[in-house]
Every structure is written in structure tokens, then in C-alpha cells.
T-cell receptor, first 113, second 112 residues
Framework: DADVTQTPRNRITKTGKRIMLECSQT?????MYWYRQDPGLGLRLIYY???????NKGEISDGYSVSRQAQAKFSLSLESAIPNQTALYFC????????????FGEGSRLTVL | KQEVTQIPAALSVPEGENLVLNCSFT??????LQWFRQDPGKGLTSLLL?????REQTSGRLNASLDKSSGRSTLYIAASQPGDSATYLC???????????FGTGTRLLVSP
């Protein structure tokens, strides 16, 4: 089983619908991140959490919200999806220690029609 | 604001060639730099991580160097193979923020 698991892997939805992407990890890491990837724009940080009680906005948080339900779970919500939120979404984890190495899930491809 | 640039955007080489991928960043106050590999439709796999105090890291046929003062890193791939075909991304973590800023990647194709 993957250390960082994202569900769903693929989702097609319509404009205005509420969508939740879930991420769970078995690595025991404190830090979790949500990124989105768009062609030509690279990966951009949406939200990050350094522990269960710590939630921070990234560079493109508008239109998104997150919930850190437990150390191992970090979910991303789109309250009212719009077409320009069509992208590949990645969850990642890291330890709080010095190396800062990130470990990524397989990604969730979201299409908003 | 940290910006990360990767050149070239795409590279096509015959099998067996040695090649270099480039990454540059605008703010030299970094904590570390990571190189990732991404296969189509897949997540990112960490290849090498270089701490700010280090000059290079090696793993098998891969060697990554870091020149923090000039804001540059290179990923050297020796004796390339078709299985190396993927997109390679570099990312830097700024000191004090502990989150990565990514380049847009170099798409590598190694032909048999």
C-alpha cells in the first residue's frame, strides 16, 4: 500500500458542486500539504498544515478550504467548484525534522465541467 | 518572492548519452533543494535532496549539484536509458518557511 493515499484518483463534476479530496498517510509525518499542478505552471501550494492544530494558506488558497482531522488525514474541499479548478491535485507529507524531504501521493485528477 | 526556472523545458536524446538538466532560483536563502521525477499521470518521486550546506548528492547514475550563491542546481544523468523518460522537477525550500517552490519541469525523452 502507498504511504500517501489520495481519494478519489479521478473525479468529474459540474460547476457549483461541492467536492472533497481526501489524503491519508501512514508515514507518521506531522506536516501535510495540498498542491495543484497545471500545465506550464508547475505545482502551486494551496494549503499546508504543520500539525493537527495548525492550518496555513498557501499561494492560491482562494476557493479552497481544508480540514486536518487527525495527524494522518488532511482533506481539501472545493465549496463550489468552477472550471478553472480543473487540475491535478497532490497531497504531500514531510517530517518536521531538518531534511524537509517531501513525499507525494499519486494525485487526484479533477475535472469541473 | 522565490522563483524557480528550469531549462530546457523539453529534451530528447538517444539512449546512452550523458545529459544535464538545469534549475535556477532567484533567492539564495534556501533550506534545501530537491529533484523529483514525475511519470505521466503519476505522483512525484523524490530523487535527490541537497541541503543548503552541501554541494552535491549522488544516487546511482544521478548526480545533483548545488551552487547556492549563484542560484543554480544541475541534475546530471549518466548513460541515459529509455526508462529515464519522465518529467524532472526541481523545488527549493526557503529558510523559515519549510514549504517548497517548484519549477515547471523538464520533460525528458530518451529514445532507444
Amino acid at each position: 500500500d502507498a504511504d500517501v493515499t489520495q481519494t478519489p484518483r479521478n473525479r468529474i463534476t459540474k460547476t457549483g458542486k461541492r467536492i472533497m479530496l481526501e489524503c491519508s498517510q501512514t508515514k507518521g509525518h506531522d506536516r501535510m500539504y495540498w498542491y495543484r499542478q497545471d500545465p506550464g505552471l508547475g505545482l502551486r501550494l494551496i494549503y499546508y498544515s504543520f500539525d493537527v492544530k495548525d492550518i496555513n494558506k498557501g499561494e492560491i488558497s482562494d476557493g479552497y478550504s481544508v480540514s486536518r482531522q487527525a495527524q494522518a488525514k488532511f482533506s481539501l474541499s472545493l465549496e463550489s467548484a468552477i472550471p478553472n479548478q480543473t487540475a491535478l491535485y497532490f497531497c504531500a507529507t514531510s517530517v518536521a525534522a531538518n531534511t524537509g524531504e517531501l513525499f507525494f501521493g499519486e494525485g487526484s485528477r479533477l475535472t469541473v465541467l | 518572492k522565490q522563483e524557480v526556472t528550469q531549462i530546457p523545458a523539453a529534451l530528447s536524446v538517444p539512449e546512452g548519452e550523458n545529459l544535464v538538466l538545469n534549475c535556477s532560483f532567484t533567492d539564495s536563502a534556501i533550506y534545501n533543494l530537491q529533484w523529483f521525477r514525475q511519470d505521466p499521470g503519476k505522483g512525484l518521486t523524490s530523487l535527490l535532496l541537497i541541503q543548503s550546506s552541501q554541494r552535491e548528492q549522488t544516487s546511482g547514475r544521478l548526480n545533483a549539484s548545488l551552487d547556492k550563491s549563484s542560484g543554480r542546481s544541475t541534475l546530471y544523468i549518466a548513460a541515459s536509458q529509455p526508462g529515464d523518460s519522465a518529467t524532472y522537477l526541481c523545488a527549493v525550500t526557503n529558510t523559515g518557511f519549510q514549504k517548497l517552490v517548484f519549477g515547471t519541469g523538464t520533460r525528458l525523452l530518451v529514445s532507444p
